[in-house]
């Protein structure tokens, strides 16, 4: 069926015209997928799942937000974030390499061209992620990007990469966010085994609702981010050393969390890895993560991991990394008595802190068809709560994908995190927190042609806490449409 808007000559499309138009389109594209015959089930392609992309751990605290609900890339579409069918989820975060787009794209001489426009509307049942006043709304998220690849030397890559997010929302505009990522990345592959990726970034983010970092101010915490990562790692014969540095510049634009949050966050980790068969090898890590705080001093710390595992890859049907060890978290002042109002809520009864450190990917292709990860972790975490340092994150994220069909893919995603976090004297009165979070998202992919992509999915959120300030719990349903060239 089809549908047709006529404007007369002259008249402004408002935000709700534009809202029918956009939701035109995808019942118009959901339509196409549910009529489509289906292909002979054979493994999807060009599909991004939780399940289907391996979360790297080397390079500890630094070079990933491991908490689920800091990483939208383990748990799933939280944070009212879809996953757009082709290129998966917006990376909220700063901190990974660009993901570089395996489809052919557009030919433009020696550059290889990927345009994207992404399409989604949504309906969240508490929009805020809250306890009381609880409001519903509906919300329309576009996610136009560009990706430019251009080969040179034989072996080497320079990839520009632009995508946002772009969200408005219905009833409670405070929560309109206009996202922006652009970052250029040095890939290397030099003979001998030395490979080298560099990469550059400014992104324009935002604390999403219901995360650690989430001050529940009317409107959303806004910031710039502007960072360098580098990686550089070394293949032997039987053994392999990897480097990773990071440093991100943090500036807050609102909610006055530029007194209290903006910083400079450095990061240097290396690791071992020693073969010991064709398809198993062990490994050891070490890394230290540096926070500089502008002007909340009790706050500037480093934090010390060590750690060992293994990985493993059996005759491709299961493969696996994981890293168990120590971290030492180290204040680098004394305590001081800061000034009120912000800063003074910032206070120490502690000068160090000390935790088991766990990260781990481990895949199971349990069918040509299925595929099946588990992200267990355990790390320290930062919090932006008045009257607490940090907050542990302790928890596990189950993911499955099954292709049911050439072009369509079912995604399920578990996950479960205790996050306990201190208690210093403070505006808290020394109460201790705990908080206990569990999600499910499910979900549909659906390829209708080669560069058209429609996804369907649900996903509940449930925090509970000692403190009743931080209890919400929320449904959200989300259908969108992508077309990557």
Not at 29 to 53: M, N, R, V
Not at 346 to 369: C, E, I, Q, Y
Not at 378 to 398: C, D, E, K, P
Not at 441 to 452: P, Q, S, T
């Amino acid at each position: 069926m089809k549908r047709i808007f006529i404007c007369k000559p002259g008249t402004k499309l408002t935000r709700r015209a534009l809202r029918l138009l956009l939701l035109s389109l995808l019942i118009s594209a959901s339509d196409t997928f549910l009529t489509e015959k289906s292909s002979i089930a054979q493994p999807a392609t060009g599909q991004t799942s939780p399940a289907a992309t391996p979360i790297p751990t080397a390079g500890g605290q630094g070079m990933l937000w491991l908490s689920q609900f800091a990483n939208p890339a383990l748990v799933g579409a939280l944070y009212l974030t879809p996953e757009w069918p082709l290129t998966g989820y917006y990376p909220l975060y700063p901190g990974g390499f660009t993901q570089i787009i395996p489809d052919d794209g557009i030919l433009v001489g020696p550059v290889r061209l990927h345009p994207f426009m992404g399409v989604a509307e949504m309906y969240t049942d508490n929009v805020f992620r809250t306890n009381t006043n609880k409001k519903s709304d509906f919300l329309t998220s576009l996610g136009p990007g560009i990706q430019a690849r251009l080969p040179f030397a034989g072996r080497h890559d320079f990839i520009i990469d632009y995508r946002t997010n772009i969200q408005y929302y219905q009833r409670t505009p405070s929560n309109d966010v206009q996202d922006q990522t652009a970052s250029g990345r040095f890939r290397f592959d030099f003979p001998g085994g030395l490979k080298l990726d560099l990469q550059g970034e400014h992104k324009l983010g935002h604390d999403p609702r219901g995360s650690a970092v989430d001050t529940q101010a009317f409107e959303v915490n806004k910031w710039t981010t502007n960072g360098f990562n580098g990686q550089a790692e070394y293949a032997g014969a039987q053994a392999r050393l990897r480097l990773n540095a990071q440093t991100t510049r943090w500036n807050f634009e609102n909610n006055s969390q530029d007194v209290t949050r903006d910083r400079l966050s450095n990061y240097v980790g290396m690791t071992f890895f020693a073969d010991v068969t064709g398809k198993t090898s062990l490994l050891a890590n070490v890394g230290v993560n540096q926070e500089i705080y502008d002007q909340n001093k009790n706050l500037d710390s480093n934090i010390y991991q060590i750690s060992g595992g293994a990985t493993w890859n059996v005759s491709g049907v299961t493969s696996a990394e994981i890293l168990v060890g120590y971290q030492y978290l180290r204040f680098t002042h004394a305590p001081v008595n800061q000034p009120p109002p912000l800063l003074s809520q910032f206070r120490r009864d502690r000068d160090s802190f000390s935790s088991l450190f766990v990260m781990g990917n481990l895949n199971w292709k349990a069918t040509p068809l299925l595929t099946i990860s588990l992200q267990p972790y355990r790390t320290i975490q930062q919090t932006a709560t008045a009257g607490s340092l940090f907050f542990v994150a302790t928890g596990a994220n189950l993911g499955a994908s099954h292709a049911l069909t050439r072009s369509t893919t079912l995604t399920l995603n578990l996950g479960i995190e205790e996050d306990r976090f201190t208690s210093p004297s403070g505006t808290t009165g020394g109460a201790d927190r705990k908080d206990v979070l569990k999600n499910i998202a499910f979900g549909v992919n659906y390829r209708a042609v080669k560069w058209v992509g429609v996804g369907l999915q649900y996903v509940f959120e449930d925090r509970s806490s000692t403190q009743d300030l931080f209890d919400y719990h929320a449904n959200t349903v989300m259908l969108s449409v992508q077309a990557l060239f």
